[in-house]
């Protein structure tokens, strides 16, 4: 079972930065998928970013396109996402997700049953 744990969440003024962790198990396998959402209350989960081992294909949302960057550091068993501009937008719980398709990863599926696991998520707060 992949057992993934985030980080790095905090409150910040719009414009400012953070940067999320992913730490996970889910790199004993060949090649997969490592994906960040958000999530606010009565709201659908939002797929932001994903990355596929296999060549580190990326996607994300056209929201945070342009401010957000996704990376892995197998090293460490760690995936990131750097939030730069910050919106007050923004604000959500953010959770990672690891997943074995290529497809869904890069569509940024925001089913759970795509991927083997899910974290607990990390609250992000932006304010005006």
């Known amino acids: 079972q992949v057992q993934l744990v985030e980080s790095g969440g905090g409150s910040v003024q719009a414009g400012g930065s953070l940067r999320l962790s992913c730490k996970g198990s889910a790199y004993s396998y060949s090649n997969f998928c490592m994906s960040w959402f958000r999530q606010t209350p009565g709201k659908k989960r939002e797929g932001v970013a994903a990355?596929?081992?296999?060549?580190?294909?990326?996607a994300y949302a056209d929201s945070v396109q342009g401010r957000f960057t996704i990376s892995l550091d197998n090293a460490v068993n760690t995936a990131y996402l750097q939030m730069n501009s910050l919106k007050p937008e923004d604000t959500a719980l953010y959770s990672c997700a690891a997943g074995p398709s290529r497809e869904w990863c890069l569509q940024l599926s925001p089913v759970e049953w795509h991927y083997w696991g899910w974290g607990q998520g990390t609250q992000v707060t932006v304010s005006s």
């Open positions: 990355i596929y081992t296999d060549g580190l294909e990326t």
